[in-house]
């Protein structure tokens, strides 16, 4: 039971961490028009690691594609 808990939230954060970081950076008060973007492409590049299992941050874990599709979505 807890081992699934602790792996549900592994995979909470991994989902999250880009969006939290892109909200972050929208929330500085300084111009960031640019920064946004980028920080747009990469949080995708990451869902899209996530889905794939590739990613470097998160090693084995590997998002189902509805997850993926949700959190893509918004």
Known sequence: MWSRFWKN???VLALTKGTVALLRE????VPIT????VAM???GQ????LRDGTSE?????KVFAQKYAH???I
């Open 57 to 61: 941050y998160y090693l084995g874990i």
């Open 41 to 43: 492409f990469n949080c």
């Open 26 to 29: 929208c929330d500085r008060g």
């Open 9 to 11: 939230l592994e995979e």
């Open 46 to 49: 990451e869902l899209e690691a």
């Open 34 to 37: 640019g920064k946004n973007y």
């Open 71 to 73: 959190v893509h979505a």
